[in-house]
């Protein structure tokens, strides 16, 4: 079984100062993680992912994270946030196996970026 | 180039009614899967489909759920006897095989 644990719930943010949302994650078997973010009523949208190789992974929207796999985290970061990136974010994880491909999502962290 | 459409958006039930929510995926995309989503919590797997093969139903949080896929391109689930449980948004994702997942705006249902 696999689990994901975004412990802030509520970030506030001043505009262009940087910002970390911590994601940790516990599974048996080796998974790929992502983090998706969602806007108010609106669907998920992918940000970024991490399937092997370079453990620094860049996304769109300016953000990056990095996989480290012995604190078994996946934080997501980015250098100086905008107004437009107040949001709720996920961070999910899958199986690495061939077709359980389901996604574990945390809890989620609302970032607000305040002027 | 559409995305993940779901129909309907909203969706007011009294409780005992049974529901159909329906997702259409990206043209081509094989997989297909259902979340749950409660009010301040992340999405919760309910059920998954390869094609028209319903591969994983572990999700499902009762017998009233039941979801299809018959033709391996749209795909509708079915909430029987609906309870205030059940309302949350529901979403729907496909993917081409064990690739990024792309998630439609959901159905937000409210059961009274």
């Known amino acids: 079984a696999q689990s994901v644990t975004q412990l802030d719930s509520q970030v506030p943010v001043f505009e262009e100062a940087p910002v970390e949302l911590r994601c940790n994650y516990s599974?048996?078997?080796?998974?790929?993680l992502f983090w998706y973010v969602q806007y108010p009523n609106q669907g998920l949208q992918l940000l970024l992912k991490?399937?092997?190789?370079?453990?620094l992974v860049k996304g769109i929207n300016g953000f990056e994270a990095e996989f480290n796999k012995s604190q078994t985290s996946f934080h997501l970061r980015k250098p100086s946030v905008h107004i437009s990136d107040t949001a709720e974010y996920f961070c999910?994880?899958?199986?690495?196996?061939?077709?359980?491909?389901?996604?574990?999502f945390g809890t989620g962290t609302r970032l607000t970026i305040i002027p | 180039g559409a995305g993940v459409s779901q129909s309907p958006r909203y969706k007011v039930a009294k409780r005992g009614q049974d529901v159909a929510l329906r997702c259409d995926p990206i043209?081509?995309?094989?997989?297909l899967f259902w979340y749950q989503q409660a009010l301040g919590q992340g999405p919760e797997f309910l059920t998954y489909f390869q094609n028209e093969a319903q591969l994983d139903k572990s999700g499902l949080p009762s017998d009233r759920f039941f979801a299809e896929r018959p033709e391996g391109s749209v795909s509708t689930l079915k909430i029987q006897r609906t309870q205030q449980e059940d309302s949350a948004v529901y979403l729907c994702?496909?993917?081409?095989?064990?690739?990024?997942?792309?998630f439609g705006p959901g159905t937000r249902l409210l059961v009274l």
């Open positions: 999910a994880v899958s199986d690495r196996n061939f077709g359980n491909e389901k996604l574990t």
């Open positions: 994702a496909s993917s081409g095989l064990q690739e990024t997942q792309y």
């Open positions: 599974s048996s078997v080796s998974v790929y």
């Open positions: 043209s081509g995309h094989v997989s």
């Open positions: 991490y399937l092997s190789g370079s453990t």
